[in-house]
């Protein structure tokens, strides 16, 4: 699991996407369930989220980023991946739109991995900050 | 976790991926795919749906370019709500995006006279969109109109639907929130396609299959109405 160290020196910490354990087949099983059942329905997402629980991998920023906001009973309308450092997420939210976006600071050491991670967290903190300010 | 609870939870999660792949990503609809299996329905008498209206938004290439594809996808989302609330809700329909802004709606007869009323309701739908990172809110208008073809014998669901495309593309001409039905003057259409000259956007159009070379020349841009390049 991606750590506070895990992000190049210098970068802030943000949550990473959760990670599922494999220890057991039944807890992939339920996993993967319980993805499939908080996930925005997009099969693809789903999956590849499948692959991803099986091969014991974090969800694609796309299919984590959906669960989250799911899980808030927040729909997603769209995800947009604006080059490795840059992602965009569309979401409704009291008969309005809102979009929150995320960029991560420029570093040679960035992993796609470590990016994908820093990103959700982000979008995480950023939607979280939205959401209080509407609130 | 025993092997049969394992079994009992993954058929659950199968169960829920097959509902999954019906459902729209943008709007609380059904998909293509889920259309594809409602049309089986239509048209086959008791309690199932005898209308067939087809929908897309106003301008919406024009919309999308201006306004770029996160408001489009915010104005499809939008109307795919109104629809649900307004459509599925109140007349008992069956609705579903098709692609793009392209929406199907199946309907009862006996609910006709509801939906019609109902229309002008989509003569103005209100858009509000909110970026934090460019400390931006904006409010854009969209709208709709819809054509409508009723059932008949013999005649398949691919022409219903192309008579309800080619009868909204006559309710687009009387103005947004409108609806027209298909009736046989219209003939039997076919699609043309065309650039428009100014706005460069690709446009179908549907004409009767009868109409003349020079008249198919005049042509417009629906957003723009400039003359298109066939």
Wanted: proline letters at 5%; aromatic letters at 6%.
């Amino acid at each position: 699991m991606a750590t506070e160290l895990s992000y190049p020196d210098g970068i802030p910490y943000r949550i990473p996407r959760p990670r599922v354990e494999n220890g057991v087949a039944g807890t992939a099983a339920g996993g993967l369930l319980g993805l499939l059942l908080t996930t925005n329905p997009v099969g693809i997402i789903a999956a590849a989220a499948l692959g991803n629980v099986l091969a014991n991998q974090p969800p694609s920023l796309e299919a984590a980023i959906r669960s989250y906001l799911t899980k808030k009973g927040l729909p997603v309308i769209g995800f947009y991946r604006l080059g490795p450092r840059c992602a965009k997420v569309l979401f409704g939210y009291q008969d309005q739109y809102w979009i929150i976006e995320s960029h991560a600071p420029s570093n040679p050491s960035w992993t796609p991995e470590k990016l994908d991670d820093w990103l959700y967290g982000d979008l995480v903190l950023e939607l979280e900050s939205q959401l209080t300010g509407i609130n | 976790m025993n092997l049969q609870e394992a079994i009992s939870q993954l058929k659950l999660a199968v169960d829920a991926l097959g509902e999954a792949a019906l459902r729209d990503d943008k709007t609380p609809l059904g998909n293509a795919q889920a259309l594809d299996l409602a049309a089986s329905s239509v048209g086959i008498g008791n309690e199932n749906p005898d209308v067939v209206i087809f929908g897309d938004l106003n301008h919406f290439h024009n919309f999308n370019k201006q306004h770029g594809v996160e408001l489009g996808d915010a104005a499809i989302a939008l109307v795919g709500s109104l629809i649900a609330e307004i459509f599925v809700s109140d007349c008992k329909a069956q609705a579903f995006r098709r692609s793009g802004d392209e929406f199907v709606i199946l309907l009862s007869r006996s609910m006709l006279d509801r939906f019609i009323s109902l229309v002008p309701r989509f003569s103005s739908c209100l858009l509000i969109v909110t970026e934090k990172a460019k400390k931006t809110s904006v409010t854009r208008e969209t709208s709709m109109s819809f054509g409508y073809a009723i059932a008949e014998d013999e005649v398949g669901f691919g022409d219903l639907l192309a008579r309800a495309e080619a009868a909204c593309r006559v309710a687009k001409r009387e103005g947004n929130g409108t609806c027209a039905e298909w009736i046989e003057e219209l003939g039997s259409v076919e699609s043309m396609r065309g650039r428009c000259v100014n706005c460069e956007a690709d446009v179908t159009c549907y004409v009767p299959q009868r109409t003349e070379s020079k008249r198919r020349a005049l042509l417009c841009c629906p957003c723009c109405g400039m003359a298109l390049a066939q």
